[in-house]
């Protein structure tokens, strides 16, 4: 199912929550919608499932205006992130819950949860209740039973929210798994980058009730067109300086910008992995923190100017040869970006 959001116009009690939003989900995708809390990302799926209605703007469902058609009617799988299983079901049950509703005859309906629960998995966990799960398989069975009745689209906000980061982690490879054999058109919300980037073929980076960018990861990543996009995206260091023949200049530091602006006062936002550090005297730095992060490490130091700057680099790296809590370092910035002050 193809899906087209145009110039979507929604208020609560005056506020505005959506403002002018438009986009479009090609058949087959998993398009990720990016943005801080409260943002709008959840009015926009609660719309687009017809939950809720527009104040102003159209949604189109495969080629047709659906802003009068009755939830029921327009065929989405829903999932949140509080897994609403039915407590007193067993596995097997929820997950044929909607086949239910619908009187699939009996042999189809069963054979239809074993295969998800199969794909899903959890084979031979039919005949329990969600209290006997773990967080992780209680998630998986809310997709299985919003995939149970095919569903022509998927609608997952922030369906992973509730579990533990490592158990969240291994849900994204495996929904992008089960998206590569299943492809049921998804829209997948979530206020975490790494879930975003990780799972989407593209993503929508919104905030306040207003697109920044829709882009592949890496074009998010490498060309993020607005300020507020290339500080939320990524870890980045924010510095005052000045643009000047094309160069970003923070005190003594200099480094190459990846778009050019004006010369002038400037923010200068450099991501962590845009930083070089070596121990140096005397150097421009003074290194602060170093913090172990299992696979990385974190360097905090301060430049002679006052800046307090941040890099992460791998644990075994020889870049950090050397480099120790109070030592002197040169620093290099690689590449940046200047917004003018
Ligand atoms: P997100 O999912 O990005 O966190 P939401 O779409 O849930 O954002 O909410 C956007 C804004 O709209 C928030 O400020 C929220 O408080 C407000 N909002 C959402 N639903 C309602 C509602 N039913 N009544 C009043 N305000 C609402
Ligand atoms: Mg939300």
Known sequence: MSIVVSNLQKSFAGTRVLDDVSFDVKSGELVGVLGPSGGGKSTILRIIAGLDTADGGEVWLDGKRVDNLHARDREVGFVFQHYALFRHMTVSDNVGFGLDVRDEPRD???????????????????????????????????????????????????????????????????????????????????????????????????????????????????????????????????????????????????????????????????????????REDPGSATVKRMVPLGDRVRVDALTDQGSPLFAYFPRRSSLLDGIETGCRIHVEITLARAWPA
Request: no cysteine; proline share 6%.
């Open 108 to 278: 189809k309906r069963d054979a239809r949860v074993a295969h998800l629960l199969d794909l899903m998995g959890l084979a031979g966990l039919g005949d329990r209740y969600p209290s006997q799960l773990s967080g992780g398989q209680r998630q998986r069975v809310a997709l299985a039973r919003a995939l149970a009745p095919e569903p022509k689209l998927l609608l997952l906000d922030e369906p992973f929210g509730a579990v533990d980061a490592k158990v969240r982690e291994e849900l994204r490879r495996w929904l992008r798994k089960l998206h590569d054999e299943v492809h049921t058109t998804s829209i997948f919300v979530t206020h975490d980058q790494d879930e975003a980037f990780s799972v989407s073929d593209r993503v929508i980076v919104m905030q306040k009730g207003r697109i920044e960018q829709i882009g592949t990861p890496v074009q998010i990543l490498d060309h993020p067109s607005t300020e507020f996009v290339t500080r939320f995206v990524g870890d980045v260091n924010v510095l005052e300086g000045t643009v000047k023949n094309g160069h970003a200049e923070v005190g003594p530091l200099t480094g190459p910008l990846i778009d050019a602006i004006p010369d002038g006062p400037a923010r200068i936002v450099v991501r962590s992995y845009d930083l070089k550090f070596w």
